[in-house]
């Protein structure tokens, strides 16, 4: 709770995480001396890693503009707009590895594009849960393979076949709800 009111009143999500955590120790009455050593054997650093990388990664991703001027060169080279309305979520939903970011990327970049097609958006949407769900850097993928130490290459072996069909039958029940194809 006090990391969310922090972050709400403008302090930085790292302060507040720190404030959070000596907090705990506080009331729990840990021993100052004993602080520094339970941060160090109780954090799992290799996961932490992999969380760093995935947000520096998706920072880079969304200031670098890159996807935006994919779209625009995709577009003049007369690419059909449904291509682009199954192919951009699923890569920049992989790319990002959340769906959130996905969709602050994917939906401004699109949405103009949909006109009174409310089913194209479900499509977009699909497509960035698709590509998300599917994506190496998914922190609940990682952490949950790291937790119960399975292999990734085992876990995609299940996980990509059912999440092509369900996108694949999400795509042609949208379009069909829509009338057609955009041209």
């Given at each position: ?24 120790f506080?009331?729990?009455?840990v ?64 790319i ?88």
């Amino acid at each position: 709770v006090t990391i969310l009111v922090l972050s709400y009143a403008g302090i930085p999500l790292w302060a507040a995480f720190i404030v959070g955590i000596v907090m705990v120790f506080a009331v729990m009455k840990v021993p100052t001396g004993d602080w520094v050593m339970m941060v160090v054997r109780g954090v799992r650093w290799d996961t932490t890693a992999a969380v760093v990388a995935m947000l520096f990664f998706r920072n880079v991703v969304s200031i670098s503009g890159s996807v935006a001027s994919l779209i625009t060169s995709v577009t003049e080279m007369g690419v059909p707009l449904i291509v682009l309305f199954i192919v951009t979520p699923l890569l920049v939903g992989s790319i990002s590895g959340t769906a959130s970011m996905g969709s602050a990327i994917v939906l401004p970049l699109l949405l103009p594009f949909c006109g009174t097609g409310v089913h194209l958006v479900s499509v977009i949407y699909a497509g960035i849960i698709a590509g998300y769900m599917a994506s190496p850097l998914h922190l609940c993928l990682i952490l949950t393979n790291s937790y119960y130490k399975s292999e990734l290459g085992r876990v995609y072996r299940y996980l990509v076949p059912s999440l092509a069909l369900l996108y694949v039958v999400a795509v042609v029940y949208h379009l069909t709800m829509n009338g057609g194809l955009p041209v």
